[in-house]
């Protein structure tokens, strides 16, 4: 169980990264850009990754290493808007909390992982799949970003444009 632990760790170790080289190299505009009309551009999945990393990941672990026999349900109305509004702010944001949070995964015990809990969503859960929950939450939306970010270029040539639009039908 212990190297669930480090390789969840390894593996979401390098969300921000990742953010912090986008938010470094990549103009606001491109990463502002959605994929496609009333989809979510690059920072608004980096925005809705730091509020998971602030108000929803770390408080479902707390309530598993308190015991609780089920989590609260998550109300997403509660969760407060980030004060942090550029790309580079929000991408600093969510790598200092992911530092936090990753400090707080060293702490646990291989005993920690098996703690359970019911989900109203997915029903009894342990604390490891909380924790596979969390990576597989951060590469969706890291695709998610990226593919915003190649839709955007994307439309700066038609040609490639139609091409990649014929791959996928």
């Known amino acids: 169980m212990a190297e669930t632990v480090e390789r969840i760790s390894a593996l979401i170790a390098t969300t921000a990264r990742r953010w912090l080289d986008l938010a470094g190299a990549v103009p606001d505009e491109s990463l502002e850009r959605p994929a496609a009309a009333g989809e979510w551009s690059a920072v608004d999945c980096l925005r809705h990754l730091l509020q998971a990393e602030r108000h929803v990941f770390p408080v479902r672990v707390e309530q598993f290493l308190a015991g609780s026999e089920v989590l ?98």
């Open 72 to 169: 609260s349900p998550l109300d997403p109305t509660a969760i407060p808007p980030t004060p942090e509004t550029t790309a580079r702010e929000l991408a600093e944001a969510f790598a200092r909390a992911r530092e936090a949070n990753l400090a707080t995964f060293s702490s646990l015990r291989p005993e920690d992982l098996e703690r359970q809990a019911t989900s109203r969503r997915l029903g009894r859960v342990t604390l490891r799949d909380l924790m596979l929950q969390w990576a597989v939450h951060d590469l969706d939306h890291l695709a998610q970003a990226e593919h915003a970010l190649a839709q955007g270029l994307l439309a700066e040539s038609p040609q490639l444009e139609a091409a990649y639009a014929e791959q996928d039908t």
